[in-house]
């Protein structure tokens, strides 16, 4: 059980709308990245996706360095770096960096699906079979890797009868913060195995969290013997939040994402993100099934004004014993706004500021 004043912390997938490029997503999330930063948000992550028309979310290590310089007290980390698309000692690296750079100030957290459709997956494996069963399947080996890779001391290799020395950078004073993430109790499994931070990725679904933290929670085995170890559970809880001046506004910023879960569950294409308005002539044409999914939808989100809104965020952190909640500011914007900003989402981190923490 927590207090009623869970802190706040901030995912960003760099949304993309039909009105913006993505030089203008980047700059958007930028301003929302200094806006969590001044508020005193906890920490900031960004996602990997690829290949999707509304999401410039590809890169999470380029993302990193380009917000955490923008900014200057925020954890800036991976909501995550889908570990089986890349190499272990190339993501040790990167992380590696980011924290010689910004020490103290980075998370990563480290994901097991692929991230994208099957074609790009394969291409992001050079077209070597894509991201192949057995990536999958070793997942919790390229975890530990990482784990050893990054530690300020090293690790011993054994190539031929002979130990040789590897380091993700040369000379590290620190390490960043690891988690795992997931939206299955696998990963909730491999996280108390490990004694590593977890998450669940409750913002996607709104199904299971109970029954995956409380999993994590009774498997939990300390790990304080290595480097930066936890000696009990840490975890937090995920949600989409659209917070405007009154409700009916929140819902009108909240229909373009809403559409857009939507298509993705049905097997619709996607586009870039629709603006209010454009997202209100579909939903009046929209048949009444899938209306009703949206309402199902949008029943598990933060959506309101900021009185309710605060309540509700306070009620899940009690709900799920966390003290700290990330929430995904997903409000969309009007036609004329400034293709660079993204109002609305800032608006939502702003109205809810008071109950962030540093």
């Known amino acids: 059980m927590t207090d009623h004043s869970p802190a706040l912390s901030v995912l960003d997938l760099v949304p993309v709308r039909g009105d913006q490029t993505t030089t203008d997503a980047l700059r958007s999330s930028t301003a929302l990245a200094r806006t969590a930063d001044r508020l005193g948000y906890r920490r900031y992550w960004v996602a990997e996706h690829h290949n999707m028309a509304a ?10 360095g380009m917000l955490a310089a923008a900014t200057e007290r925020i954890r800036v980390g991976s909501g995550g770096v889908m570990l089986p698309n890349h190499a272990p ?6 992380f590696a960096l980011l924290e010689a750079a910004f ?9 097991r699906a692929p991230g994208t459709d099957p074609v790009t997956s394969w291409a992001l494996r050079h077209g070597a ?13 390229y975890v530990e890797n990482v784990l050893a890779m990054m530690d300020t001391a090293g690790v011993g290799i054994s190539v031929q009868g002979r130990t040789h020395a590897l380091r993700a950078t040369p000379a590290a004073t620190s390490v960043p913060t690891i988690w795992l993430l997931g939206s299955s109790d696998y990963s909730a499994r491999l996280a108390a ?18 029954e995956a933290l409380e999993l994590y929670r009774s498997s939990f085995r300390p790990s304080a013997d290595r480097g930066p170890g936890l000696t009990e559970p840490r975890t937090f809880l995920t949600v989409n939040a659209v917070v405007a001046d009154d409700a009916e506004e ?6 373009p994402q809403l559409q857009m879960m939507l298509e993705l569950r049905t097997g619709q294409p996607l586009g870039p993100g629709r603006l209010v308005e ?4 579909v939903q009046a044409e929209m048949p009444a ?7 199902k939808m949008a029943a598990k989100w933060i959506i309101g004004g900021p009185e309710e809104s605060r309540a509700r965020l306070a009620e899940l952190a009690a709900t799920y014993g966390v003290d700290e909640v990330m929430v995904a500011p997903v409000a969309a914007a009007y036609v004329g706004t400034d293709p660079a900003a993204s109002p609305a989402r800032e608006r939502t981190l702003e109205l809810l500021a008071d109950r962030a923490a540093s």
Request: proline share 7%.
């Open 55 to 64: 999401v410039a979310a590809t890169n999470p290590p380029v993302l990193i």
């Open 89 to 94: 000692l190339v993501v040790a690296e990167q």
């Open 278 to 281: 454009e997202a209100e002539k």
């Open 129 to 141: 079979g894509g991201v192949s069963d057995e990536a999958v399947a070793r997942f919790p080996e």
């Open 103 to 111: 020490p103290g100030r980075i998370d990563l957290g480290i994901g």
């Open 193 to 210: 195995e490990k004694g590593m931070p977890y998450v669940f990725a409750h913002h996607f679904s709104g199904q299971g969290t109970a």
């Open 250 to 255: 929140a819902r009108r910023l909240a229909l």
């Open 289 to 295: 099934a899938h209306r009703e999914l949206v309402d």
